[in-house]
């Protein structure tokens, strides 16, 4: 009964507002790369709602790219619904119960979608060098500028989001460990799987599509 009670006391002392805004973010997040996965419009619910969580909880680990990049996801979400869901008006009754199709990025899209990281990148570096007292700055910048191009490739539906959401993933799970946001971490950490499958997942259907 000690032991248990010591227990309750230690549980007690750890979770906090914080920590449970993290639980929060999440199982939303779960639900966002389970839609996502399958392709569904409904992921887009959940970028509306994830921002909302996330804003807080970056803020008071100090990143803040992060921070400032889910104020770009809630704006996205809107647009990717849209974009995703639009089409269907112009379909014949067999259609409209699909939603966009799956395709790959063109060609011609790849080299400005490079310049625009790019640029991304190394802008928000120097705010976060000269503007903030940020810790991370380079790995902060990398995972926002990618976060924000691989939002615009997922609103198009492109099946190389897949490619750059593992790089984002992936970095993020070292970061969130650095900075003790843990649930985060685990729940990075099943992306980055889920990512993998993901991809084989829209091939399947890309030739489903066809």
């Not at 002392?13 to 569904?40: K, M, Q």
């Not at 996801?73 to 995703?84: K, S």
Request: hydrophobic share 50%; with cysteine; glycine share 4%.
């Amino acid at each position: 009964m000690q032991l248990l009670q010591q227990w309750l006391s230690d549980f007690v002392a750890w979770w906090t507002p914080d920590r449970g805004l993290e639980v929060l973010g999440f199982i939303t997040g779960l639900f966002y790369i389970y839609y996502e996965y399958h392709a569904n419009a409904k992921v887009w619910i959940a970028t509306i709602i994830m921002p909302a969580i996330s804003i807080w909880v970056y803020y008071r680990a100090g990143i803040y790219a992060d921070f400032g990049i889910n104020i770009y996801y809630f704006i996205m979400a809107i647009y990717g619904y849209w974009h995703w869901t639009r089409h269907k008006s112009h379909r014949t009754e067999k259609q409209k119960k699909s939603e966009l199709p799956i395709t790959h990025t063109p060609s011609r899209v790849w080299l400005p979608w490079a310049a625009v990281s790019a640029a991304i990148y190394f802008g928000i570096a120097a705010i976060l060098i000269y503007l903030t007292d940020s810790t991370v700055p380079w790995i902060d910048a990398f995972t926002t500028a990618l976060s924000i191009t691989a939002t615009w490739l997922l609103a198009r539906k492109y099946i190389e989001q897949w490619w750059a959401w593992m790089a984002v993933d992936a970095v993020c799970v070292g970061l969130f460990i650095y900075k003790g946001i843990y649930f985060y971490a685990v729940l990075y950490f099943i992306y980055t799987a889920i990512c993998m499958a993901g991809y084989i997942k829209w091939k399947r259907l890309m030739n489903v599509q066809k």
